[in-house]
């Protein structure tokens, strides 16, 4: 089987300028049918300009690129009628409803019955009032159009570009849940993202963006088992800590100790076994844990360019 067959969007070496800013400077990565693909990265990275490359809304300067099978600049429309597209920047004509922005949609998709069933299920499980105009609803009403018009022709790729941007938490959820239930369709869904927490929760592989250049393809729960635990213990009642027990613990740090010694907060780089273990000594009340490795790992990235920049 060809590499074209098993990857639903396959770049290779691809490169955008803009005269002589480099937007994309040799990214590659492959997304697999079924998969849910997170591409991690700040705004001015280059994750809106890989995106509109796919779908030959921009041309790139050199590269490879493959979507759904077919070559995006020489089959625009094959690819496209095959994908839901969320941009990042929502532009609709002010004067229209909500029913009609959604209507013209429909037709664009060629969509019947079953897709104005399933435009209607979105609306009302968005909470979006149909017959509302658009100039009168907020930017978060009029990213949850956009989020229906993706959705609901049930295409089988998705390419979301900051999706939950604008909307409250949740309704950021319901659409997390959408991407999930896409998956469990069948779809492939990619999408675009500088919210760490959204990505660690729903993309089994992430492509980390920086400066136009892909640094890190990787699981996610790769990522996630890498960095530090942050812990979180609340005792019952204050006592008197000993500071040097949990000094003595290998790969743990006692980071702060607040409302009388009640409140600590340890960083764990390792096992919790020992700090678990000493930790019965005292009366816990409540324990909280966090891992931190994809923030860590962006993070890392990130510092490592600050570093560089700083060097000049």
Not at 5 to 16: D, G, P, S, W
Not at 190 to 217: C, D, K, M, P, Y
Request: glycine share 10%; proline share 4%; hydrophobic share 40%.
């Amino acid at each position: 089987m060809s590499k074209d067959c098993q990857a639903v969007i396959r770049v290779e070496n691809l490169t955008k300028s803009y005269g002589g800013f480099r937007a994309l400077r040799g990214i590659g990565f492959e997304v697999q049918r079924g998969e849910i693909f997170g591409f991690l990265g700040p705004n001015g990275a280059g994750k809106t300009t890989a995106i509109r490359c796919m779908l030959d809304l921009i041309r790139p300067s050199s590269g490879l690129l493959r979507v759904v099978g077919r070559n995006p600049q020489q089959q625009p429309v094959a690819v496209r009628e095959r994908c839901g597209y969320l941009p990042g920047e929502l532009r609709f004509d002010e004067n229209i409803t909500v029913n009609t922005a959604l209507g013209f949609f429909r037709q664009l998709r060629g969509g019947g019955s079953a897709c104005r069933r399933r435009a209607d299920q979105l609306s009302e499980r968005l909470e979006l009032n149909p017959v509302a105009k658009i100039k009168n609803l907020s930017k978060g009403n009029k990213q949850k159009i956009g989020i229906v018009a993706a959705f609901m022709h049930e295409p089988e790729l998705l390419l979301l570009d900051e999706p939950t941007s604008g909307l409250d938490p949740l309704v950021q959820q319901t659409v997390m849940d959408l991407v999930r239930e896409a998956q469990h369709g069948g779809a492939t869904v990619f999408f675009s993202s500088h919210v760490l927490t959204e990505v660690q929760s729903v993309a089994g592989r992430v492509a980390i963006i920086r400066n136009g250049r892909i640094v890190e393809v990787a699981a996610t729960s790769e990522l996630s088992a890498r960095g530090t635990i942050q812990v979180r213990v609340v005792l019952a009642h204050p006592v008197n800590i000993d500071v040097a027990q949990f000094a003595a613990l290998p790969g743990v740090e006692l980071i702060n100790c607040e409302d009388g010694e009640r409140v600590l907060e340890l960083a764990v780089n390792g096992t919790m076994d020992t700090l678990v273990k000493l930790l019965a000594q005292y009366p816990v009340e409540y324990l909280e844990t966090r891992r931190c490795g994809l923030e860590e790992a962006f993070h890392a990235h990130y510092e490592r360019q600050r570093g560089k920049a700083g060097q000049r």
